[in-house]
């Protein structure tokens, strides 16, 4: 008798202690990755902010709110073109994997200023950014 009781006590913990194991792997597992958002607002040829400073193994995510003519974020080490339609926020998401200075560039026509509208990303080698 004693013993059924017991087994049945067992078995009532056994789904919570799974479930409690289940719940600490998952915020371990995003912490493991470092994010950073950055809202950029594109428009009269320019990005604003138009430098970005972030840690080799981060992964980046733009908000881009697009106030302006229609416009494309260009970056070209990172393979990446994403449209930007006007008057529209678009997400733009990458893994800065690759150390260095990159240039992003407006990569859709818009008019005279076009080509100055850049903006540089700088990705820091843990090596060399120490602590
Ligand atoms: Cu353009």
């Not at 926020?89 to 893994?95: I, N, P, S």
Request: include cysteine.
């Amino acid at each position: 008798m004693n013993k059924s009781i017991l087994i049945l006590v067992m078995l009532s913990l056994l789904p919570a202690g799974v479930l409690a194991v289940a719940a600490e792997q998952a915020p371990a597992a995003e912490d493991a990755v470092p994010v950073l958002k950055v809202k950029i607002y594109a428009g009269n040829w320019s990005w604003q902010p138009d430098r970005i400073r972030v840690r080799q193994g981060t992964r980046v995510i733009l908000e881009i709110e697009n106030r302006d003519a229609p416009h494309a974020f260009l970056l070209k080490a990172y393979r990446l073109k994403v449209h930007l339609p006007q008057d529209k926020t678009t997400m733009v998401e990458f893994m800065a994997d690759k150390p260095g200075k990159f240039t992003w560039r407006c990569g859709r026509p818009c008019g005279n200023g076009c080509p100055k509208m850049r903006g540089t990303l700088e990705v820091l080698d843990p090596g060399e950014a120490g602590s």
